[in-house]
């Protein structure tokens, strides 16, 4: 896979547990502060439209949304 192929994937994997949670970006800067993680709403948006963002952020992000698990690939 392409740079590009990897962002996308990485951008449905969290959108796909955003929408699992049924939690927007505001909810998430709400729940991420909750847990001490600082991010502003439009911080989120960017680094999740982008794909582009550490793994920290990612597993901050599924800590916030209370998953435990993810699986990967189809």
Same mark, same amino acid.
């Given at each position: 896979m392409?740079?590009?192929?990897?962002?996308?994937?990485?951008?449905?994997?969290?959108k796909?547990?955003?929408?699992? %949670?049924?939690?927007?970006?505001?909810e998430?800067?709400?729940r &991420?502060?909750? *847990? /001490?993680? #600082?991010? #502003?709403?439009? %911080?989120?948006?960017?680094? *999740?439209?982008? /794909?582009? +963002?550490? +793994?920290? +952020? +990612? &597993?901050?992000?599924?800590?916030? &949304? /209370?998953?435990? #698990?993810?699986? &990967?690939?189809?």
């Amino acid at each position: 896979m392409t740079e590009e192929e990897w962002k996308k994937e990485a951008v449905q994997l969290i959108k796909a547990e955003l929408a699992r %949670s049924g939690v927007d970006y505001k909810e998430l800067v709400r729940r &991420l502060a909750e *847990i /001490g993680v #600082t991010e #502003t709403y439009q %911080s989120v948006a960017n680094k *999740i439209n982008r /794909g582009a +963002f550490p +793994f920290f +952020f +990612f &597993l901050q992000c599924m800590k916030a &949304l /209370g998953v435990d #698990t993810v699986r &990967l690939g189809r």
